[in-house]
């Protein structure tokens, strides 16, 4: 599978969809927020920076601080596939933070969420 214009895609352009799912679902901005930081290790300045730069999600992933060390706790089936089967690192990182919306809107706790 090509996966090129995925990683050619702004994150700025998916950021409000991932902030529209969640408030859909009664969770709020700060939530997604905490979720990014964590998965990534960016802080708010950082991120803001990469959103007004319309940075790519290839840039976005390989320009991370740090993937959280508990990523190999994320698992289950998102659009079809299982995260922690993925073979290609960057779509398996980009799965991860869907995977990680989807539990924010479908109520989990952000402690089971970041894997506490």
Known sequence: MNNTRVYKMSFASVYPHYIQKAERKGRTKDEVDEIIFWLTGYDQQSFQQLIENRTDFETFFAMAP?????????????????VEEIEDQLMQKIRYLDKLIDELAKGKTMDKILRK
Do not use: F
């Open 66 to 82: 740090q993937l959280n060390a508990n990523v190999s706790k994320i698992t289950g089936v998102i659009c079809g596939y299982r």
